[in-house]
């Protein structure tokens, strides 16, 4: 098809030829549908000059801040929605199962290992908070041994990566359940923060008057042989933002009660003297096995 003289129409359709030759088939179809849903897009809104090029400036002051500790490009992918859609698109499991949601760009290889029952917490602000409760099986057995990453936030709504001074790990370790499936590790009670909202992605939202909030949570990624991973968090019940999600995480079967405690003996038999809090949060894996689907989208991360 030629690429002379084109009408708005005719130019979709030679933009789409242009890319009818590609070495790989999926890459075609990709580029060949986005290019549908730009043209699409532009011509829907009948977008100005002048609107066009405040988009390329937002997406090069996107790029500018984004080097390997920040990603300001997964950032945008999370509030307008994508990263959610790419994660129920591409985790179905049964519809017991832990469901996944958006793996957030604080995680960090080689968190320190701890043992079952544990402190993670290592200095974090905050109250202690005892989290507990077993890997099983979408038909109730225990999953034995399963890994289990934790990473979140401390009680100024900041993880470890985020404060400037810190030599160490905060807030962050990994361990194994035991072989009844049982995990425990002490931290701090998460709480609610705010995505950084200090480049182009928190001007949008504050243009569009949204919150960057993100109810309490605690991130988990448990790996166990036969089953499939599952990168999830757990929120914190009654958090304000449930229903807000800056990133639009939250599902249901997410969301556990934190209770307070008065000082005294734990659950676990360790004695505090201060008042602390317990999460009880029971990780539902799928059989690693694409006979065990019904169908239900769950969705994940990056692993
Ligand atoms: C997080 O939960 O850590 C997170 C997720 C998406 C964007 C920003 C932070
Ligand atoms: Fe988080």
Same mark, same amino acid.
């Given at each position: 098809?030629?690429? $002379?003289?084109? !009408?708005?129409?005719?130019?979709?359709?030679? +933009?789409?030829?242009?890319?009818?030759?590609?070495?790989?088939?999926?890459?075609?179809?990709?580029?060949?549908?986005?290019?549908?849903?730009?043209?699409?897009?532009?011509?829907? +809104?009948?977008?100005?000059?002048?609107?066009?090029?405040?988009?390329?400036?937002?997406?090069?002051?996107?790029?500018?801040?984004?080097?390997?500790?920040?990603?300001?490009?997964?950032?945008?992918?999370?509030?307008?929605?994508?990263?959610?859609?790419?994660?129920?698109?591409?985790?179905?499991?049964?519809?017991?199962?832990?469901?996944?949601?958006?793996?957030?760009?604080?995680? +960090?290889?080689?968190?320190?290992?701890?043992?079952?029952?544990?402190?993670?917490?290592?200095?974090?602000?905050?109250?202690?908070?005892?989290?507990?409760?077993?890997?099983?099986?979408?038909?109730?057995?225990?999953?034995?041994?399963?890994?289990?990453?934790?990473?979140?936030?401390?009680?100024?709504?900041? @993880?470890?990566?985020?404060?400037?001074?810190?030599?160490?790990?905060? =807030?962050?370790?990994?361990?194994?359940?035991?072989?009844?499936?049982?995990?425990?590790?002490?931290?701090?009670?998460?709480? !609610?923060?705010?995505?950084?909202?200090?480049?182009?992605?928190?001007?949008?939202?504050?243009?569009?008057?949204?919150?960057?909030?993100?109810?309490?949570?605690?991130?988990?990624?448990?790996?166990?042989? =036969?089953?499939?991973?599952?990168?999830?968090? +757990?929120?914190?019940?009654?958090?304000?933002?449930? #229903?807000? #999600?800056?990133?639009?995480?939250?599902?249901?079967?997410?969301? !556990?009660?934190?209770?307070?405690?008065?000082?005294?003996?734990?659950?676990?038999? $360790?004695?505090?003297?201060?008042?602390?809090?317990?999460?009880? @949060?029971?990780?539902?894996?799928?059989?690693?096995?694409?006979?065990?689907?019904?169908?239900?989208?769950?969705?994940?991360?990056?692993?």
């Amino acid at each position: 098809m030629s690429t $002379r003289n084109l !009408a708005d129409e005719e130019l979709t359709q030679a +933009v789409l030829s242009s890319f009818s030759g590609c070495r790989s088939e999926r890459f075609q179809e990709i580029i060949q549908s986005l290019v549908r849903h730009l043209h699409a897009f532009a011509s829907d +809104v009948e977008l100005t000059e002048e609107e066009w090029f405040a988009g390329i400036d937002f997406l090069t002051q996107t790029g500018h801040i984004t080097d390997d500790k920040r990603q300001e490009f997964i950032l945008l992918s999370d509030v307008l929605g994508v990263s959610m859609l790419v994660v129920g698109l591409n985790h179905r499991k049964p519809s017991v199962a832990t469901p996944s949601t958006v793996f957030g760009p604080f995680f +960090v290889e080689g968190s320190p290992r701890v043992a079952n029952g544990e402190d993670i917490a290592n200095g974090a602000p905050g109250e202690p908070c005892l989290v507990q409760g077993r890997v099983i099986s979408v038909s109730g057995e225990a999953v034995p041994q399963a890994h289990i990453e934790v990473w979140q936030a401390d009680d100024d709504g900041l @993880y470890d990566v985020q404060h400037a001074d810190l030599s160490e790990p905060r =807030g962050r370790g990994h361990l194994y359940a035991g072989d009844d499936g049982r995990y425990c590790f002490w931290s701090v009670k998460p709480t !609610a923060y705010p995505i950084p909202a200090d480049g182009p992605v928190g001007k949008l939202l504050a243009n569009s008057n949204r919150s960057p909030m993100r109810p309490a949570h605690i991130h988990f990624m448990v790996t166990a042989r =036969g089953y499939q991973s599952v990168t999830t968090h +757990v929120f914190a019940d009654g958090d304000p933002y449930l #229903d807000s #999600d800056a990133v639009f995480g939250v599902k249901s079967e997410l969301i !556990a009660p934190l209770t307070r405690h008065q000082p005294g003996r734990a659950a676990d038999g $360790r004695d505090l003297d201060v008042p602390y809090w317990s999460i009880n @949060y029971d990780i539902v894996l799928a059989l690693d096995d694409a006979s065990d689907m019904s169908g239900r989208a769950g969705g994940s991360s990056r692993r």
